[in-house]
């Protein structure tokens, strides 16, 4: 077995490399199409991978998002030197005034949000009241607070004009009066 020699295929050139040399050297007006630059690849670079097909689509996306090619009209073209780099999504950021040597600058801003104003009677009593254990249960109900407009309702409406007080829950359901035969 050590005898044998394994046969390699020649080493390849990476992907991009081979792309911009097929465009290169077909040199169309309008840009190479891919059929076009995966001919000139398979008959310049001879056996190539089996997933060559998906290795050159997913090269050519790749080289198109980068920026590195332009896709016009089903075509891909080598931008020129003149060209505009390609910029991402979004919104461009805003250009930055240039810093004068020796000027103070204020402090960055804090990033998140600012916490809220501290209110001095509501952190005296929370001390006050952090040695105390919580009641159990539920709180009882507030009485009224205002004293005088207790004192203004009549005293025939406080005591309920004689209706009995309704309790808790659905009331009962009220039962028709029957007619008896009286003779």
Do not use: C, W
Request: aromatic content about 2%; hydrophobic content about 35%.
């Amino acid at each position: 077995m050590a005898t044998e020699e394994v046969s390699k295929p020649p080493s390849l050139p990476p992907y991009p490399e081979m792309i911009l040399a097929a465009i290169s050297a077909l040199d169309e007006k309008n840009g190479s199409n891919k059929s076009a630059i995966s001919k000139y690849m398979e008959s310049k670079y001879g056996e190539l991978p089996q997933s060559h097909a998906s290795l050159l689509t997913a090269h050519l996306a790749r080289m198109k998002e980068s920026g590195e090619l332009l896709f016009v009209k089903n075509n891909y073209v080598r931008p020129g030197p003149d060209a505009p780099p390609k910029r991402g999504r979004g919104r461009p950021p805003k250009p930055k005034q240039p810093v004068v040597p020796g000027a103070v600058l204020p402090p960055p801003r804090p990033r998140g949000r600012p916490p809220k104003p501290k209110d001095p009677l509501a952190a005296a009593v929370a001390k006050a009241t952090s040695g105390m254990p919580k009641p159990r249960g539920r709180p009882p109900k507030k009485a009224k607070a205002d004293p005088a407009a207790a004192a203004a309702v009549p005293p025939a409406a406080a005591a309920g004009d004689g209706a009995p007080k309704r309790g808790r829950g659905r009331p009962p359901k009220v039962k028709p009066a029957v007619a008896t035969d009286v003779a």
